[in-house]
């Protein structure tokens, strides 16, 4: 769910008490927000007294008074299936109890049927049990006995209360030093922005950094400690903006295509009535620079870049796997609009056809409830993935819904390749006038551009051993001593073109005229001399 629905959340849980559920189990990580909520919620009734009590295995059973908790109702009830017992005590006064990660608990016989009980005696009465808890564990005895439900990351509503607390709170302290927290309406966006994604309190504690450290809500430290925190669930990665389009050569196709949709996030967009965009498939030879076209993506979007770990997600315990994938796509809803990268899509959900004798099913699962988020959603998260092997990948993937469009980034063609030269001779800081660029495309046919870099890397560090500078004639002489994949792996490279005519649309206009160079590994080549061989197809 994304920021923007969380007072679905708040009309949800309120629509649940009001039909008076026994047993509702909320998942989530704001307990402070939620039991908020539920206090205004039960002081709002000026006609019923509502008693609001939270259970903690520390504390047991507390009354709940605006922030503070008053004294234990009942000594020796921090054992569950005590204060169980308690909540299950005949009364007429509306009561609402929420116990607190009880979890952990839901594999213990007792407590289960503890549960099943509580359910049996509440329905009906003015009782209602809430379980909130961080993650979702529901034992098959309960699933037909208690509604479920998510509460959301805040909302910019949400996160604009907290910055406004926070701003208002150092202008009526006295400092020695002067801390602007005044800004304009775009800095205040950028800002709340950058929040997206974090817990209230998450939010509150890097704001309060920023304005002792910075003296002001510093942007670039708010996006590192987001950063940060993106982190510790071990299964996103958050990547900084730096990637240019400037910085792709070749593919001037998927250029083309992204920058008409540069402002497809924007509101003007939402109100020329345009839905959010879903995603992109690249699929194509490895080093073709798919992942850098990826990262490329979210800058030209101006947008955070989230890179999903599936192995990651696949880790844990039994039964974890598939949390870990709500969280995945509740943090990246939450984080939204942002692009959501899958590298190597084929590798990352490999096993699941035989998923169900292997690992009783929890590959497919997981792959499908990805692949029905990403049918469904409704919130701007552009998921890009890249694949290398299309005979791994199912075919309910590439099926029109999934993603907007499917590209085929072929091997580079020689004017593309003159371009990759350019780039990357010139991001090592050297003068690529020294250099012939129509030379260099020649002799590096069925090159892919990571190959091209990594044969520069080569000639620099040639060239660094003999104390000199680089000369064009290192890099003909690494690229004659390197096999391209396009070699080694001809016929796999050859069944990925192939089948990509008609199936998937090219990334570039460029076409390869087809030609080879005679260059063999070790081969001593003169470039000052002369044109290389040309040998035809």
């Not at 969380?6 to 009309?11: A, H, Q, T």
């Not at 099943?116 to 009906?124: P, Y």
């Not at 809803?333 to 990352?348: I, Q, R, T, W």
């Not at 192939?498 to 080549?525: C, H, L, M, N």
Request: with cysteine; net charge neutral.
């Amino acid at each position: 769910m994304n920021g923007e629905g969380r007072g679905e959340n708040k009309l949800e849980l309120n629509t649940m008490l009001l039909a008076k559920f026994p047993l509702i189990y909320i998942v989530g990580h704001e307990e402070g927000r939620v039991m908020e909520y539920l206090h205004k919620l039960c002081s709002a009734d000026k006609k019923n007294k509502v008693n609001l009590l939270q259970w903690t295995i520390t504390t047991g059973l507390q009354k709940f008074d605006g922030n503070t908790f008053k004294h234990t109702v009942v000594q020796e009830t921090m054992e569950p299936l005590m204060a169980l017992q308690e909540v299950m005590k005949p009364s007429q006064d509306r009561f609402i109890y929420v116990f607190k990660d009880i979890h952990p608990y839901m594999s213990d016989p007792s407590v289960i049927r503890g549960l099943r009980d509580a359910v049996n005696i509440l329905r009906g009465t003015r009782k209602t049990l809430i379980l909130l808890c961080p993650v979702m564990k529901v034992p098959v005895e309960l699933e037909k006995h208690m509604a479920v439900m998510e509460w959301g990351m805040p909302s910019r509503k949400d996160l604009e209360v907290v910055l406004d607390r926070i701003a208002g709170n150092v202008r009526k302290m006295k400092m020695t030093r002067k801390i602007r927290v005044n800004f304009k309406k775009e800095e205040r966006d950028d800002i709340i922005k950058a929040l997206l994604g974090l817990t209230a309190e998450e939010a509150e504690n890097v704001l309060v950094k920023s304005v002792v450290s910075k003296q002001c809500f510093d942007l670039p430290l708010l996006l590192k400690e987001k950063e940060q925190i993106i982190r510790k669930s071990e299964i996103l990665e958050f990547f900084p903006n730096k990637d240019t389009m400037a910085q792709v050569g070749g593919v001037d196709l998927i250029k083309d295509y992204i920058r008409r949709r540069r402002r497809s996030f924007s509101d003007d967009a939402k109100k020329y009535g345009l839905d959010p965009l879903k995603g992109l498939l690249l699929i194509g030879v490895s080093g073709g620079g798919k992942t850098l076209v990826a990262k490329v993506i979210a800058n030209e979007f101006r947008v955070p870049l989230l890179r999903l770990d599936v192995g990651k997600v696949m880790a844990g315990v039994v039964g974890s796997s598939e949390e870990n994938m709500r969280r995945v796509i509740r943090t990246a809803e939450a984080v939204a609009p942002c692009v959501l990268m899958v590298d190597e899509l084929e590798k990352s959900f490999s096993g699941v056809k035989s998923s169900n004798f292997s690992d009783a099913g929890t590959t497919a699962r997981v792959f499908s409830s990805f692949l029905t988020w990403m049918q469904e959603k409704e919130t701007p998260v552009y998921v890009v993935a890249t694949a290398n092997d299309i005979s791994m990948l199912p075919p309910e993937v590439l099926r029109k819904g999934r993603f907007d469009e499917i590209f085929f980034v072929d091997l580079p063609s020689e004017k593309e390749r003159e371009e990759i030269f350019d780039i990357h001779i010139t991001k090592r800081g050297r003068d690529v006038k020294k250099f012939d660029l129509p030379l260099l495309a020649r002799v590096s046919p069925n090159f892919t551009g990571a190959e091209i870099e990594q044969a520069i890397i080569a000639s620099l560090y040639d060239a660094f051993d003999e104390n000199r500078e680089m000369k064009q004639a290192d890099i003909v002489k690494c690229l004659g001593e390197t096999v391209p994949l396009a070699t080694t792996m001809h016929e796999k490279v050859e069944e990925i073109r192939t089948w990509s005519v008609g199936r998937a649309r090219p990334a570039s206009s460029y076409q390869e005229q087809g030609f080879e160079i005679s260059i063999k590994p070790g081969q001593d080549i003169h470039v000052e001399k002369g044109p290389i061989e040309v040998v035809t197809k």
